[in-house]
């Protein structure tokens, strides 16, 4: 297996975590306070996961969003991830992004979502 940016984050990055998974900050972030929520466990898919594994994202996604009002006070969120080799993800490790939205402010996707630059 190639190096994974998602199994080797520095523990300091930590927003939140849990059993299964963890909060980080996302790297090239599309809004302020952008996070992504994995797993620990190496696994590529949404539907590789275990059924405590997703219940664990589920509730780290909802951590997240808690933190993310009380640190950016957004007007909503964006939450999504991709699933398949189709997008050509730098990282083959299951990740769900959280991305705050602002007013006034509109979400421009990059090659990340599939969209043109």
């Keep these: 297996m190639t190096e994974c940016i998602y199994c080797d984050f520095d523990d300091y990055d930590v ?3 849990n059993d299964f998974g963890v909060v980080l900050p996302e790297p090239k972030p ?3 306070g952008h996070c992504v929520i994995i797993p620990l ?3 590529s898919s949404f ?3 275990t ?3 997703r219940k664990s994202l589920m509730s780290l996604l909802e951590l ?3 933190e993310l009002v009380l640190r950016h006070q957004p007007a909503g969120f964006h939450v999504g991830f991709n699933d398949g080799a189709v997008f050509g993800q730098q990282a083959e490790h299951l990740h769900v992004h959280i991305i705050p939205r602002y007013e006034g402010k509109p979400l421009q996707l990059d ?4 969209m043109s630059a």
Aim: proline letters at 0%; hydrophobic letters at 35%.
């Design 64 to 66: 997240a969003r808690n």
């Design 30 to 32: 599309l809004s302020q």
């Design 15 to 17: 927003i939140a975590k």
């Design 47 to 49: 539907f590789e996961v």
């Design 51 to 53: 059924d405590k594994e």
């Design 41 to 43: 466990r190496h696994v």
């Design 111 to 114: 090659e990340r979502w599939g």
